[in-house]
């Protein structure tokens, strides 16, 4: 079974640009993730997917980050204007997890480091 | 709120020796779900296991084992007769299953584990 694909793999980006991060979950995983890890610390939830509705976006910075899975498999992540503070490891992980049922591990990809000069 | 704090940042040990790391967690929930992941420096997250909270039976795992202990909110990971291939950074996470974001992981700042050979 494939696992969490997701591409690139390495971005370098200049302050204000934008950049965009795609990922392909397991097959027939409905939930799909994506996290913020800053160096040295824990993975952050960005946003949380069921199927092709958002289920929970509350630490998104939305003036600047958004998120679309419009098929409800793959799922892009776009940063626009790019800061600084923005350098980090983006994950995305998958769960066969459906709302209402109890928690099911979830399954990591490699991640994009994104590195904002 | 819920928390996890793994107090320990760093350990070293030398092959062969028992390392256990802690693990703390926060919640008001009455059912919720702790995970251990393992991050090698390749960067792609582990799922180690997942325990409900009225499970709190020990599990074993070949050389893992896990220690559950609600009576002090805590989660430990023990690593028996320890191999370089276990350096790595090991998260403990946190899941509540009531509210409205099920399944989302608050993660620790992870334990950065280093076996020397």
């Known amino acids: 079974e494939a696992g969490v694909a997701q591409s690139p793999r390495y971005k370098i980006i200049e302050k204000r640009q934008s950049v965009a991060f795609w990922c392909n979950p397991i097959?027939?995983?409905?939930?799909l993730y994506w996290y913020q890890q800053i160096l040295g610390q824990g993975p952050k939830l960005l946003i949380q997917f069921q199927n092709n509705g958002v289920v929970d976006d509350s630490q998104l910075p939305k003036d600047r980050f958004s998120a679309e899975r419009l098929k409800g498999v793959d799922s892009t992540l776009k940063i626009q204007p790019a800061k600084l503070e923005d350098s980090a490891v983006y994950l995305c992980a998958s769960s066969p997890k459906y709302q209402g049922e109890p928690a099911y591990e979830q399954y990591f990809g490699p991640g994009t480091r994104l590195t904002v000069t | 709120a819920q928390k996890v704090t793994q107090a320990q940042t760093e350990i070293s040990v030398v092959e062969k020796e028992d390392v256990t790391l802690d693990c703390v967690y926060e919640t008001r929930d009455t059912t919720y779900y702790l995970f251990w992941y393992k991050q090698p420096p390749s960067g792609e997250l582990v799922f180690l296991i997942r325990r409900n909270s009225f499970d709190e039976q020990n599990e074993i795992s070949g050389r893992y084992s896990w220690n559950f202990q609600k009576s002090t909110s805590s989660f430990n990971f023990t690593i028996t007769a320890s191999q370089v291939v276990d350096s790595a950074v090991y998260f403990c996470?946190?899941?509540?299953?009531?509210?409205?974001?099920?399944?989302?992981?608050?993660f620790g700042k992870g334990t950065k584990l280093s076996v020397k050979p």
């Open positions: 097959s027939g995983h409905a939930t």
């Open positions: 996470a946190l899941s509540e299953a009531d509210g409205g974001s099920q399944g989302n992981l608050i």
